[in-house]
C-alpha cells in the first residue's frame, strides 16, 4: 500500500541521515557511534508499542523501527568504508 511504501522510504531516509550525522561527529569509530544510535532508538520503540500509543499493527512498528536501525547502521558502515577507502588511496605528485 502507499502508506507501507511511505513508511518505508520515510524509515530509510531518517535511518541513513541519523547514522550519517553520528558517523561524521564521531570522527572516529563511525560505524560504532552510528551503532550507539540503536539504544535510543530501541528505547523509543518499546515505549510506542507497550504504551499503546500507536494505532498501527505491532508487525508495522517493529518493521518500521527495524528498517531504521539497519538503514542507522548502514551510514556509519558506508562513512567508515569511505574514510577508509580515501587514506588507502594512493596520492599523486
Known amino acids: 500500500s502507499a502508506e507501507l511504501g511511505a513508511a518505508t522510504v ?3 531516509l531518517s535511518g541513513l541521515a541519523g ?3 553520528a558517523a561524521k561527529v564521531a570522527g572516529r569509530n563511525p560505524l560504532l ?3 550507539g544510535v540503536l539504544i535510543p532508538l530501541a528505547g ?3 515505549y510506542v508499542i507497550s504504551s499503546g500509543l500507536s494505532a498501527d499493527p505491532i508487525w508495522f512498528d517493529l518493521g518500521g523501527s527495524f ?3 539497519v538503514a542507522c547502521v548502514l551510514a556509519g558502515y558506508l ?3 569511505r574514510r577508509k577507502t580515501l587514506r588507502q588511496a594512493p596520492t599523486t605528485a
Do not use: F, K, N, P
Open 33 to 35: 557511534h552510528a551503532a
Open 10 to 12: 520515510g524509515a530509510v
Open 44 to 46: 523509543d520503540t518499546i
Open 67 to 69: 528498517t531504521l536501525m
Open 79 to 81: 562513512l567508515e568504508r
Open 19 to 21: 547514522g550519517y550525522v
